[in-house]
């Protein structure tokens, strides 16, 4: 069996479509359409090579999660054409987990928050030639939002749309590990879920601790001195504000919560926002003639380290011959244990990325550095002209393809 893989150029976003190729023909499966930089012309484009090299046929779309730079290209017509064998989403979408619907519920309200009115103008799509720093930071804040308030019509075509009528299914499976699934039509192609974890906790942590993830922090982190958020004549002592008894407005954990909240500039709850939703990330093995392909969507290092935490996901993670850069390059979604110790065999690394200013240092210079230490073959949509070796064909502007 022939596969390739097409990573298509939507900037800092993902879109894979992957096509399995033998004798009795080609099945393909796509993994992701979204972008958060580029005009929805350049999604247009895909979506129309995506149809077209299909043949208007899907063996299996995959949602890794609802970030719009993972989705928004499912906002279009085109795709009620397409016929789809299988629509699989992180547990966390399922609309009969009362404890996903609770997750969803509280990322959108943040986002809400957080973005204001709802914009169709992409913050990240033009960068002014001269701002001040309190500008990029509103841009950056207001992107960040836009990213998790994902475009209801996108969801609403993995939900219930495309032609066929396909099944959905919501994982991983509950009370299951590092689950082997099969999709009918895909012979011998098998997918390994290895999370997002149902762990609440694992969930929440989303840095890696010093020394696992691809940044050095520091040693010492000097505490940021916070005043109350008005000054003292509009001030008021607890028991004048508290009621007591039965009629008591508040409760502690909510005291904690506001007085939490008032401290915090809404630049760091965006951050955590942003990392929550890419901690529900879909991470998928790929398996097909003994070759183990690795898609983590954007998954965090609460997320990595229960999977590597699993025997059972860490012994299929030791076979990984092909890597889907998570998180476009950023130090939390790539464990240094898993490009230095866990994955021993030959790589191939796919980078979907593009350089924002808001955010230089992604890709990681580190984590580059560590691949080119291991001797991979890289690909990056940033840098599609330094893309070589005889597995990749690139499609200048429209996608890098790798052939193996």
């Known amino acids: 069996m022939r596969r390739t893989i097409r990573m298509y150029e939507v900037g800092f976003g993902d879109c894979f479509l992957l096509g399995f190729h033998d004798d009795a023909g080609s099945k393909y499966v796509l993994i992701d359409c979204g972008t958060i930089t580029e005009k929805k012309a350049q999604l ?32 279009d017509p085109r795709w009620a054409n397409v016929e789809v064998g299988e629509v699989w989403m992180p547990w966390t979408e399922d609309p009969q987990d009362p404890r996903a619907a609770k997750i969803r519920e509280r990322h959108s309200a943040l986002a809400l928050a957080l973005a204001g009115a709802p914009s169709n103008q992409n913050p990240l799509e033009i960068t002014p030639a001269r701002e001040t720093i309190a500008q990029a930071r509103a841009r950056n804040l207001q992107a960040i939002a836009l990213n998790a308030l994902t475009n209801e019509k996108a969801m609403a075509t993995l939900h219930s749309g495309f032609a066929g ?31 997002p974890t149902r762990d609440a906790k694992a969930l929440a942590s989303m840095d890696p601790p010093e020394g696992a993830g691809y940044l050095k922090w520091p040693t010492r982190i000097p505490k940021r001195r916070v005043g109350p958020p008005f000054s003292q004549r509009y001030q008021i002592s607890e028991p004048d504000y508290v009621p007591l008894g039965a009629r008591q407005t508040f409760r502690l954990e909510d005291r904690a919560a506001i007085k939490k909240s008032l401290v915090e500039p809404s630049g760091m ?136």
């Not at 484009?45 to 928004?72: F, P, Q, Y």
């Not at 965006?270 to 901690?279: E, G, M, W």
């Open 269 to 404: 709850l965006a951050a955590a926002l942003d990392k929550a939703i890419n901690n529900t990330s879909l991470v998928m093995v790929i398996e097909a003639n003994g070759h183990f392909m690795l898609f983590p969507g954007d998954a965090q290092w609460g997320s990595w380290q229960a999977i590597m935490a699993d025997q059972k996901c860490r012994a299929v993670l030791e076979k990984v011959d092909l890597l889907k850069v998570g998180h476009h390059g950023s130090h939390n979604a790539t464990p240094r244990a898993l490009v230095e110790e866990i994955i021993s065999k030959p790589l191939t690394a796919l980078f979907s990325t593009k350089p924002v200013k808001q955010w230089p240092n992604i890709p990681r210079e580190k984590l580059l550095a560590a691949l080119n230490e291991r001797h991979a073959e890289i690909a990056r949509t940033d840098a599609e002209l330094d893309v070589a070796g005889a597995a990749f064909l690139v499609s200048k502007g429209l996608y890098i393809e790798w052939t193996g």
């Open 44 to 75: 247009d484009n895909i979506v129309s090579d995506i149809i077209k090299t299909s043949g208007e046929r899907l063996a299996l779309v995959i949602a890794t999660h609802r970030h719009k730079d993972h989705v928004w290209g499912f906002d």
């Open 165 to 195: 009528e396909p099944p959905r299914a919501f994982l991983p499976i509950a009370n299951t590990a590092c689950e082997a699934r099969t999709v009918n039509g895909l012979a011998g192609v098998t997918f390994h879920v290895l999370g």
